[in-house]
């Protein structure tokens, strides 16, 4: 009568983050990329909650509930920063953001 | 090595925990999979919720009821909502982004480097050269169910510094997205056509464009004007 080992936890969180990353890597459109930090940040969430259980720390879950906070902050801007781009040009691909080259 | 590390096979583990886990293993895995090869960014928002809601289901599991509830109250019922109201205003639910790659070797790059990092961290976690710190710094996990009590203890005493800083940054982030997506004001002199760029093109970026009688006038600009903006 034992709890699902903290290991199973870390190595669902480390594939989980494997995929974001991936995702973040391989998808051009920004709205997606933007999913796949999300993908990526709940795999660090989901880390620091099974430290938490296996060292016996509230500090992890505190740490998880500014992540949330700074995730959502970090949507909204980066949203508006989306909005703002779609509003200059009407591409959605992150190939086409070149508007810095000389 | 931690004794929290070894690897206890799933099995030995109670019935229902074990069954938790692995269905919230499948769903998470599946959704972020979901995510990565929707072509409809729609499709994507939805996996999305999918694997928050798995996250959700983990973080119960783990004795996180608090973050387990803000989970879904923010992530999957406002964070999401947000994607899916940026997805539907810029109406690019229709675009295929994965067609077309300009850079043939940047996807088999991607998965190899992907499975590098995940490789690495699995023997980095199960070769037991961990150095895990003191335990219990700031307060012990209450051992029943139910994590309110001692976050909300902590998060006011412990990191009440940064409780507040996190208020502030809220209020900037707030500040900053309104400023960045409100349109600029329009002059009255505009008439219908000012009023057309207003409303269905409002899309315009640069505040002297729209505000210059003389592109003002040219409805042909609205097809333009995401290139070059000329004010004249």
């Known amino acids: 009568m034992t709890d699902v080992s903290g290991a199973w936890y870390l190595s669902l969180a480390a594939a989980l983050f494997g995929i974001g990353a991936f995702g973040l890597l391989v998808r051009r459109n920004v709205l997606v990329m933007f999913m796949c930090v999300e993908l990526m940040l709940n795999a660090a969430n989901l880390t620091f909650v ?50 810095l080259r000389g | 090595m931690h004794p929290g590390l070894v ?17 919230s293993a499948v769903i998470v895995i599946a959704g972020a999979i979901g995510v990565v090869v929707a072509r409809n960014p729609v499709h994507s928002a ?3 919720v999918m694997t928050l809601f798995g996250v959700a289901v983990l973080f119960v599991e ?3 009821d608090f973050l387990a509830a803000v989970q879904v109250i923010v992530y999957a019922g406002a964070i999401v909502v947000l994607f899916l109201f940026v997805i539907m205003l810029l109406g690019v639910d229709r675009r295929e982004a994965v067609s077309a790659d300009p850079l043939p070797w940047q996807r088999p790059l991607a998965l190899v ?58 209020v900037i982030a707030v500040v900053a997205a309104v400023l960045l997506v409100r ?44 290139r070059e903006v000329v004010p004249s």
Request: charged share 15%; glycine share 12%.
């Open chain 2, 7 to 23: 690897p206890v096979p799933l099995l030995a583990t109670s019935l229902p925990d074990a069954i938790t886990f692995a269905v």
């Open chain 2, 46 to 48: 939805l996996m999305l």
């Open chain 2, 113 to 170: 480097l992907s499975f590098c990092a995940l490789g690495s961290v699995l023997a980095l976690g199960f070769s037991g050269a961990w150095s895990t710190g003191a335990a219990s710094v700031t307060g012990a996990l209450p051992h029943r169910a139910g994590d309110t009590a001692a976050l909300g203890k902590v998060v006011f005493t412990t990191y009440l510094l940064p409780f507040e800083v996190t208020a502030a940054l809220l």
């Open chain 2, 183 to 226: 349109v600029p004001q329009l002059r009255e002199q505009g008439g219908q056509a000012g009023a057309e760029r207003g409303g269905a093109a409002g899309l315009e970026g640069d505040p002297e464009a729209v505000s210059d009688p003389g592109v003002d006038g040219d409805p042909q600009g609205l097809g333009e004007r995401d």
């Open chain 1, 50 to 99: 099974t430290f938490a259980r296996m060292l016996n720390d509230i500090a992890g879950q505190a740490v998880v509930f500014f992540v949330l906070v700074v995730a959502a902050a970090e949507v909204v801007v980066g949203l508006a920063i989306i909005v703002a781009i779609f509003r200059r040009r009407r591409e959605a691909t992150a190939d086409d953001l070149h508007i």
């Open chain 2, 62 to 64: 783990q004795r996180a």
